[in-house]
């Protein structure tokens, strides 16, 4: 793989979504608490599905659908990630590579099946995830990929990696690797709660390896124990190179030193379901940064990839989003 | 299980769509004719699938469709398909049952895997199919549910059953179990090529077997050999009680004895995909059907069930079909 061959390469839980619709009595009958992301084991996922209403499969994982959307966007990507060699890890690895990134990590022949995440979209667009991590915690520092992380300049881990202890060392083996290849470490807090399990040691982590940040508010405010977004804001300053601060409907801040840009969101006709409003967010910026863009611009083309996705159900893109960006940045 | 306690009883091929985008370049690339399905084998389908764009995978099959249009109308019904003990299996009997559809036919522990149907959807709503069969022809006479058909007032049966030749055998012993217990036998002819395939054993079938027919403009045409549709209709007049003909945009026609009906297509904003428009239409006749509704008001039933459907990607409904139909039919 030649050097600068690739833009990215992402980092992350190797995940196929289970989608369906359901409403607040579900969530509150079943202890889901509303918006977050709830880790449950194989009996736990396969009761919770009992109870689920008709499903919607799509490849997801948080990173997966960064890397997807970066490819929609006409960037070349790579991901490493966990299936185990069954149905659903075959939808995934098919999934993935049909967008155009490089997925070569090989799958888990024993163990625990591939990865599922039962998303509940209430009628409000909100989503509620449960996720079963099943063989996507075998990844261990042995699948990375050495070649793909020195060839992409930017290598971009999702937070949620962290729970799961061989994914994490794979995880600080990944940025030191990127960062001896001198490329970027960026990273993506994935989950308040996700957050609240690792906060000192994501503190410690952003500190010391990673460059490039990307929060919503609540992940934020959690990381720093802030009250409220501008005690975040401060917090985060000077503590990687950049941050991108995500606020839903209030758009995005970024942040690099000195340099501040506030980013409005990109109207949406109707929000249908904000599943992937992150992971494409972060998609476009990523896009941008690689491409030389000046910071405010990536903030747009992230702010306009997350306006897309959350048009409709599902977590990677169906618009052709690299036609949108053109005519959006175009339109000034 | 009590008598009258199912509407319909649905037998057919248990299958996962696998759907996505594509244009006509692909479909002619890969040979498939444009709106029709081709079967395929597990060869086949592993190339096709290499070369199909991501995926979405919900449960399909054309009878399981009707079935689960049926149960979103408030109808009772049950279904009898074979699939694999595998995870596509598994998601195939977790929708079907979702939807509130009785679904007890023990998965294959061995052989095929589950069935899955390649979807392509062009741009302008159509889809053009690939299955390959996989376990759903493992179905055979022992399968049936003799108590399921003797429960429901009408028996449903898929014309794709006939292509694989245990389940054409389940199929006659279901019409004739239906028929000992009193009950309606109806048949969905499926697919032109499928009538092709089979015209001469359907023609006599159907005058021996079939109560209700559903058939849409090509395929009667096609049964009959006849040049347009007004000869398609003179032919079916009078061998089979009724015959339910769907003509796509230009509505439906109903014939019972000398009884005949046109009804309008219902009327959709935005054609996206056309998969399941026969399935559901069906299910809203049978719904109307097995409430004693004249044969008028079952066909503009199954007109709103078509439109709903087509109007988003996929072969299972998503609104609220038994809201839109009260709503629909109130508003005269």
């Known amino acids: 793989m030649a050097e600068d061959s690739l833009d990215v390469v992402g980092i992350g839980n190797a995940i ?12 509150a009958a079943q202890d889901l608490p509303k918006g977050a992301m709830t880790l449950i084991d194989a009996g736990r996922a396969e009761e919770l599905y009992a109870a689920m209403g008709p499903g919607v499969e799509v490849s997801g994982g948080s990173a997966a659908n960064t890397l997807a959307g970066l490819a929609a966007l006409g960037g070349r990507g790579g991901f490493v ?4 060699n069954d149905q659903l890890g075959g939808i995934f690895r098919h999934d993935i590579r049909a967008t155009g990134v490089t997925f070569r990590t090989p799958a888990a022949t024993d163990g625990a099946p591939t990865a599922r995440c039962l998303i509940f979209v209430t009628r409000d667009a909100q989503r509620t995830m449960a996720t079963y991590l099943g063989a996507s915690v075998e990844l261990g520092p042995d699948d990375l990929d050495a070649e793909m992380i020195a060839a992409a300049k ?3 881990l ?10 994490k060392e794979a995880f600080l083996a990944a940025a030191r690797q990127a960062h001896e290849s ?6 993506s807090l994935s989950d308040p709660f996700c957050v609240e399990r690792h906060r000192d ?6 500190g010391g390896h990673v460059d490039i940040l990307f929060a919503n508010e609540h992940e934020i405010c959690s990381l720093f124990q802030a009250e409220d977004f501008d005690r975040a804001l401060q917090a985060v300053r000077g503590h990687c190179e950049i941050a991108a601060l995500t606020r839903s409907a209030k758009g995005a801040v970024v942040l690099a030193g000195d340099e501040v840009h506030v980013i409005d969101a990109e109207p949406v006709d109707q929000v249908v379901d904000t599943t992937g409003a ?3 967010f972060a998609a476009g910026f990523l896009y941008g940064y690689t491409r030389g863009e000046g910071l405010y611009d990536c903030g747009r083309i992230g702010a ?12 990677r893109p169906e618009a052709p989003l690299d036609r949108m960006i053109s005519e959006r940045m175009a339109a000034g």
Chains 1, 2 share one sequence.
């Open 182 to 187: 001198g490329r970027k470490v960026a990273l």
């Open 154 to 156: 930017v290598t971009y």
């Open 201 to 206: 040691s994501f503190v410690e982590l952003i």
């Open 81 to 84: 990630g966990k299936v185990r």
């Open 16 to 27: 196929v979504d289970v989608l369906a619709q359901t409403d607040d009595a579900f969530l």
């Open 304 to 315: 306009v990839a997350a306006a897309e996705v959350i048009s409709h159900f599902g977590a």
């Open 158 to 167: 999702e937070g949620y990696l962290w729970d799961a202890p061989a994914a």
């Open 278 to 280: 992150g992971d494409l």
